[in-house]
């Protein structure tokens, strides 16, 4: 089997809603025009891979994740590319939890 390039072919975070009333973010992808312009220039998997989990965290922060991640998952398998978010969810936890809960389990 061959192994897929998840980041090297990942399409832009955007969904095609384009419409910036938050605060310069568009309400779609929660990305700016200046961030939109800098994903299609971003190199390697390091720096899309960064760029989306920080994004990710933008949207989750602003109750849009959800929506967002399944127009984007729709947006990859229509273009017919593997979806990076799928590396995301499946990257190995960060060894400081983020939830103190866990810390007393």
């Given amino acids: ?29 929660g990305m700016t025009k200046p961030e939109k312009k800098r994903f299609k220039r971003l190199g390697g998997k390091a720096e899309k891979k ?4 920080l ?12 929506y967002w991640s399944r127009m984007y ?3 990859c ?3 017919d590319r593997p979806c990076p978010l799928d590396k995301l969810d499946s990257a190995p ?12 389990a």
């Fill in 1 to 29: 089997m061959a192994k897929t390039k998840t980041w090297a072919k990942a399409p832009s975070p955007c969904i095609s809603v384009c419409k910036f009333r938050d605060n310069g973010h568009c309400i779609g992808c």
């Fill in 50 to 53: 960064g760029f989306l989990t």
């Fill in 55 to 66: 994004l990710v965290a933008r949207l989750e922060a602003s109750g849009r994740l959800g």
């Fill in 73 to 75: 998952r729709r947006r």
């Fill in 77 to 79: 398998a229509k273009k």
């Fill in 93 to 104: 936890a960060s060894p400081a939890p983020l939830d103190k809960t866990a810390e007393a």
